[in-house]
């Protein structure tokens, strides 16, 4: 299980592969980073494909460090509607800073949501609330170090996994992964650090 341990975000890179790669002409690595204590592959493997890491932060509620998110994607893009519009799988891995309640972390979710979608998109997304509230209420509490991932594959839905055991069965839907993701990336999200985090527009080290 990933700790929770707080310390600033850090780039590892062994000197002397750079140096080999650098003399090389060769392309550097992909680095390691490591934020609040989570670490955070540069890329993941989903379905056979692997996703590069286009952006992590950190998810704040007044001065308190709730989560990590990161947002891992078959190519970066540092624009929200690019990211939609990609073809491919795609996951977002959020890891827990503190200990929630499932209930509230659900709400939380769920009025995101609401804030970033239209009439009509939230009218369609209803079946999916319904589901999705139903995943969190089962949950008593998503303790410190635990990972929420979602994941959207093409054709087959999107699943929600907490800790690595999937929860609340597959979402049909298409657009849940998009809606799920405009939480974060909308019009209105949840923390404008953290969506310029995640589009790899800055580092978050807070």
């Known amino acids: 299980m990933q ?3 707080h310390r600033p975000f850090r780039f590892v890179a062994p000197a002397a592969v750079l140096c080999t790669a650098l003399a090389a002409g060769l392309p550097l690595p992909a680095q390691a980073l490591t934020l609040h204590g989570v670490d955070i592959p540069p890329q993941v493997d989903v ?3 692997t996703l590069v890491l286009n952006g992590a932060g950190t998810r704040h509620v007044f001065f308190f460090k709730v989560y990590t998110a990161a947002l891992y994607l078959p190519q970066k893009s540092t624009q929200p509607q690019g990211i939609f519009s990609m073809a491919g799988p795609k996951e977002l891995k959020l890891t827990m800073l503190r200990d929630v309640s499932g ?8 009025e995101g949501i609401k804030n970033n979608l239209s009439p009509e998109e939230f009218s369609a997304f209803i079946p999916s609330l319904v589901q999705l509230s139903a995943l969190f209420a089962q949950k008593s509490q998503v303790k410190t170090g635990e990972t929420i991932t979602i994941r959207d594959m093409p054709g087959k839905g999107s699943t929600i996994a907490i800790d690595g055991v999937a929860s609340g069965g597959v979402f049909s839907d298409p657009q849940f992964f998009n809606s799920m993701l405009k939480i974060w990336l909308g019009k209105d999200p949840a923390e404008d650090s953290l969506k310029k985090a995640l589009l790899g527009q800055s580092a978050d080290g807070n």
């Open 103 to 110: 209930k509230e972390l659900g709400d939380k979710l769920n």
């Open 47 to 49: 379905g056979g494909k």
């Open 3 to 5: 700790t929770a341990k």
